[in-house]
């Protein structure tokens, strides 16, 4: 049985309301870009979960081809792509991205 890449992927944003496409882990992230958007996700303070693309090298290919994004980290918010690091900064920063987070997850402002 082959494995379906897209498939998992697909099965990862659908499964999490949010969902972080990283170098590294939150505990460790592996580049500048992850860090940000890590801190950015804990400043926020809800659930996300992530999958490091460095462990597994199909799944780092894969996930640019199902973006059409070429860099990571990538960031989906309930099922869609919202953007990488410099978008994720700059929704923060406006208060979009909590906004847009706490009613994917389904909790009150």
């Not at 809800?46 to 894969?62: F, G, M, T």
């Not at 640019?64 to 994720?88: H, M, N, R």
Request: proline content about 5%; hydrophobic content about 40%.
């Amino acid at each position: 049985m082959t494995r379906n890449v897209i498939q998992e992927i697909e099965e990862e944003i659908k499964n999490n309301q949010v969902m972080l496409y990283m170098k590294g882990t939150p505990a460790q992230p592996q580049c500048g870009f992850s860090y940000t958007v890590v801190q950015i996700l804990n400043q926020i303070g809800k659930p996300y979960a992530s999958v490091n693309i460095l462990a597994d090298e199909a799944k780092r290919q894969a996930i640019k081809e199902f973006s059409s994004w070429p860099t990571i980290p990538q960031l989906y918010i309930g099922g869609e792509f919202v953007g990488g690091c410099d978008i994720a900064r700059e929704m923060h920063e406006s208060g979009e991205l909590a906004e847009l987070i706490t009613k994917a997850v389904g909790e009150t402002v």
